[in-house]
Structures are given as structure tokens and as C-alpha cells.
């Protein structure tokens, strides 16, 4: 019989319920438990951006302004970030199981809320609670399959894992504007009840029991969980009003940037002196952990805003629906899929920095291929890229999770993870928030240069004019009027042509900043594994 258990939990028999031990015995239960945690995890990760395209609905229904109805993201962001590094404190404190329980019902139990908010406010509310319980699924199912699975299978558990965590971002769009349009808005939150449940009950089933911990007896460090909550929160509201606010005029985002800087320094103090810390920043003494969270954040940087940036391009531009712009979108879900798969067979046998490079190589080719978008891009000019992006995405994923987390100590692997967790967070909310203020930027800069050629000695300019305006003269008596739906045509295809440029210039430079960022794997480890070919399935 084999053991049930590698990793944490050794072969203790008497932590596992009946059933699980008859899965062990059939050598089958390390790989239920990876689908454990990764129902969480992806239950999270679809939650992050389902309900951006239910936000005009949402509106509507609640009578919320633009910027109110902002808070339902940004009240879920702000939690979100503020739990992830708190992951290793609360598992060691309350155990793992029970952690990872209390955080999947109460984020199953605040998806219901969400669903039957009646105002505004209630939604938001609960929106921030659902940030908090989920705050920590993704660190910990990370951390569940390090702890689980020994280094010849890492590979492979964490392919399955990732295939969901990649993917989940994909189908979230086209999930919710299913929803939305067939059901209502309620329903992108009540969808979570029957998989929450269900994730709850395989914890309880096929989880081990926690084993004793000595950290319950010590002081709870509450000045370092305050300074970390208001440097994270300040920053990621920063990140997420800074645009809506015109940034650094307004003086609620100067605050929101000070109490950042000054929040960050002193939890930087506090966590690096007091005896029993709440956040374990010295597990950054590990070279792998400190070069592949920088790392990270590059990559939540780039990825992310791809995924961000696309679909507002196709919606902005081409005018497609949420619908539409999810399903445009799936093809690149399904090749990251498939890619799991391959990586999961030979990510252990080859130089992990090779294969990230590989993947750099390819999003680089991906977002140069998007800078080249003309008005004449539809669908079919989309789909290579976006396939390329889901492969290269997988190939920097996953061995940057073994290369950064694969050779930690046991001790370390919970607070690592969850380190480099809220480095590929904050990379998204970083990435997305300078590519939204780059856009209107750029898209001001083309309209300026653009509108500087519509003169009177501009001939191709002034032929344009004169041949709209005789087209609508043949609908109105009017020359003056004539005049003007031509020129508002000029005006319409003006900013058309602006918003084109300011996308092609941001695909740009998301390709330059990984060429740029490539030497950053020189500092990360091999992260091969020449056994794990013998796990991968």
C-alpha cells in the first residue's frame, strides 16, 4: 500500500478520515487533494473579474454613479491584497484545514450576501468580506500542493493547478456576461454557492486533520496586521482610483500614496524586528523567493494587462459585447490548457530560466503582433496572438512557480508562497492601472497630432470633408448643418484613429518591458528536477 501523504503530513494515517485513507491506499488521494485546493483557488480567481461586465447592469439596478459602483472592484481588490500575506500567520495559527474551511464558506457564505444586497452599500460591504475569505485561497492551495506533493510531482500537481488559475481569468468574462444577459447580475454571485459548498465538503473529506501547532500560544503581532493593512490598502486604492481621481491633483490619492510609503516603511521595521512577526519577511533571505517574486511582478504586470487591455480594445473599438469579448478570449483559455499538460511532462527535465525565457520570447511576439492592430483588425487577425499569449503565459507560470518555491524549506513554504502571491497581485493591479493611465494619455497625445493635419491647406483633409459634406446635403437643404454632420464624422473617425495608436503603443511597450526584464532570470535557480518525469501525467 502506498503512503498517503509525502510532504507535511508524512504517512500518519490517523490524520486522515476513513475515506481519505482509502484513497490513499489506492494512491489516488494527493491528487484529490490538488483538485481541493484548486476549486478554491479558481472559485477566487473567476470572482477577481466576473463582475466587471456586470458593472452597467449592476449600475442601473442600484442607481449607483460610474464612481460608486468603482468600490464593488476596488473594496474586493483592497481586501483581497490585504489577506495574502496575512496566509501563513492565520494557517499556523488556527491550522491549515481550518483556515482553509472558515475561508471557503465565508466567501462562499458572502457571495449570497452579494447576491441579495438591496443597495449599494450592502454590496460593496460584502464584496469586502468576500475579498477577505478569499484573500488567502490562492496562497493556499499553492502552498497545500508544496506541501503535499514531493519534487518529482510538483510538476505535474502544479499543472493541474495552474490550469484553472490560467484559465479562470479567460472564462470569467464569458461566464458572466452569460449570466447577466440570460439571469441578471445576482446570479455571477450566486453561481459560487453549489461549487463553494462542494470545495467545502472535499476539505472536510479529503483534507488531513492539522497536526499540532506551538504558534497558537504566541503574541498576534495586531500593529504589524495594521500597518500591513493600511500600506496594501492605500496602495491598491491608489492603483485602482488613480485614474477616476486624475491621480496626484487629486488629494485623496496624494493620501492613499502616503499612507502607502509610510505604511510600507514602518511594517518593513516592525516585521524585521519584533520576535514573532505576522508576515515572515525573512524567508526573502532565499535567492529563488526574492529574484522569483520580482520576477512575478513583472509577469503580473505583462500578462495581466494583456487580458485587460484586449478586451477593452475589442469593446472600445470593434464594439463587441461582453459576450463576445469573453468567447474571443477562450481560445487562449484552451490553449494555456493544453500547455499545462506538456509543461507538466517536461518542466522538470529542462533549465526552468530556459523555459521562462521561452515563454518571455513568446509573449513578446504576442504583443508586438497586437501593436501592429490597423482598422481593418477583426477576429481572425486576433486569434495567433491571443493563442500565443495562453502558450506563453503557461510557459513562464509554471516553472517560475518551481524555480521561486520548489527548493524553499518546508517552514518557508507558506509564507513564500504567500509572498509571491501578493507579488503576482499587485503586478496585475500595477500593470492595469499604468496601462489605463497610458492609454488616455497616448489617446490625448494622437488626437492632438491628428487633429493638427484637418486644415484648410491640408488638401486630402479638406477632400474627405467636402465629400461627406456632399453626401449629407443629399438628406438635408441645409449647407450648414451639412457642415457639421460631416465634421462629426472627421471628429467620430479622429478618435477612432487615436485610441487605435494608444493601444498599438501600450502592446509595444508591454513587449519591451519583458525584453528589458529578461536578465532577471539569471538570478533564479535551475528549478529542474530530473525525477519528474516519473510523476507527470
Given at each position: 500500500m502506498s503512503a498517503p501523504l509525502t510532504g507535511l503530513y508524512g504517512s500518519d494515517r490517523s490524520l486522515l478520515s476513513p475515506l481519505a485513507a482509502r484513497m490513499a491506499d489506492r494512491g489516488i488521494l494527493k491528487w484529490v487533494i490538488a483538485l481541493t485546493a484548486a476549486l478554491g483557488a479558481i472559485l477566487e480567481v473567476i470572482d477577481t473579474s466576473i463582475v466587471n461586465v456586470a458593472m452597467p447592469d449592476i449600475q442601473g439596478n442600484l442607481g449607483a454613479t460610474l464612481a460608486e459602483v468603482g468600490w464593488i472592484s476596488t473594496g474586493y481588490a483592497c481586501a483581497n491584497v490585504v489577506m495574502i500575506p496575512l496566509t501563513a500567520w492565520l494557517s499556523d495559527r488556527f491550522g491549515r484545514k481550518q483556515y482553509l474551511l472558515f475561508s471557503l464558506a465565508g466567501f462562499t457564505a458572502a457571495s449570497v450576501l452579494c447576491g441579495l444586497s438591496t443597495s449599494l452599500g450592502m454590496l460593496i460591504f460584502s464584496r469586502v468580506l468576500q475579498g477577505l475569505c478569499g484573500g488567502g485561497l490562492l496562497a493556499k492551495a499553492q502552498s497545500i500542493l508544496f506541501e503535499t506533493f514531493s519534487k518529482k510531482e510538483q510538476p505535474a500537481a502544479q499543472a493541474l493547478f495552474g490550469i484553472g488559475v490560467i484559465a479562470g481569468p479567460a472564462f470569467g468574462p464569458v461566464l458572466g456576461g452569460y449570466l447577466t444577459d440570460m439571469l441578471g447580475w445576482r446570479w455571477i454571485f450566486f453561481i459560487n454557492l453549489p461549487f463553494g459548498i462542494l470545495a467545502v465538503l472535499m476539505t472536510i473529506a479529503f483534507l488531513p486533520r492539522d497536526v499540532a501547532s506551538t504558534t497558537g500560544d504566541k503574541r498576534v503581532d495586531w500593529l504589524g496586521i495594521g500597518l500591513l493593512t493600511l500600506s496594501?490598502?492605500?496602495?491598491?486604492?491608489?492603483?485602482?482610483?488613480?485614474?477616476?481621481?486624475?491621480?496626484?491633483?487629486?488629494?485623496?490619492?496624494?493620501?492613499?500614496?502616503?499612507?502607502?510609503?509610510?505604511?510600507?516603511?514602518?511594517?518593513?521595521?516592525?516585521?524585521?524586528?519584533?520576535?514573532?512577526?505576522?508576515?515572515?519577511?525573512?524567508?526573502?533571505?532565499?535567492?529563488?523567493?526574492?529574484?522569483?517574486?520580482?520576477?512575478?511582478?513583472?509577469?503580473?504586470?505583462?500578462?495581466?494587462?494583456v487580458m485587460f487591455a484586449v478586451p477593452i480594445f475589442v469593446q472600445d473599438y470593434l464594439h463587441f459585447t461582453a459576450t463576445q469579448s469573453g468567447l474571443l478570449l477562450m481560445p487562449g483559455a484552451l490553449a494555456s490548457a493544453c500547455m499545462m499538460i506538456v509543461m507538466g511532462k517536461i518542466s522538470g527535465k529542462l533549465d526552468a530560466r530556459f523555459l521562462i525565457a521561452c515563454g518571455a520570447l513568446t509573449t513578446v511576439a504576442t504583443a508586438l503582433l497586437l501593436s501592429r492592430i490597423n482598422p481593418d483588425t477583426g477576429t481572425g487577425s486576433l486569434f495567433l496572438p491571443l493563442v500565443l499569449r495562453g502558450l506563453g503565459s503557461v510557459m513562464m507560470f509554471l516553472p517560475l512557480s518551481l524555480a521561486t518555491l520548489g527548493s524553499l524549506p518546508k517552514s518557508a513554504i507558506a509564507a513564500g508562497s504567500g509572498f509571491y502571491s501578493l507579488t503576482r497581485q499587485m503586478g496585475s493591479s500595477i500593470g492595469i492601472a499604468a496601462i489605463t493611465t497610458y492609454l488616455a494619455h497616448r489617446e490625448t497625445v494622437h488626437r492632438a497630432n491628428l487633429v493638427e493635419r484637418i486644415t484648410s491647406t491640408n488638401a486630402a483633409a479638406q477632400t474627405r470633408v467636402q465629400l461627406l459634406q456632399g453626401n449629407f446635403s443629399l438628406h438635408t437643404a441645409d449647407p450648414v448643418h451639412a457642415h457639421q454632420q460631416a465634421m462629426s464624422v472627421i471628429d467620430q473617425t479622429i478618435n477612432g484613429q487615436a485610441l487605435l495608436l494608444s493601444f498599438a503603443d501600450v502592446f509595444f511597450y508591454v513587449a519591451l518591458a519583458f525584453v528589458v526584464t529578461l536578465p532577471l532570470l539569471l538570478l533564479l535557480g535551475k528549478g529542474g528536477n530530473r525525477e519528474a518525469s516519473a510523476a507527470a501525467h
Open positions: 496594501l490598502a492605500s496602495f491598491q486604492t491608489m492603483l485602482e482610483e488613480g485614474q477616476q481621481e486624475d491621480w496626484f491633483s487629486s488629494k485623496f490619492i496624494i493620501t492613499m500614496a502616503v499612507g502607502a510609503v509610510v505604511g510600507t516603511a514602518f511594517f518593513i521595521w516592525r516585521e524585521l524586528t519584533v520576535e514573532s512577526p505576522a508576515v515572515d519577511l525573512r524567508v526573502l533571505k532565499h535567492r529563488s523567493l526574492a529574484a522569483g517574486s520580482l520576477y512575478s511582478l513583472v509577469l503580473g504586470m505583462g500578462l495581466y494587462g
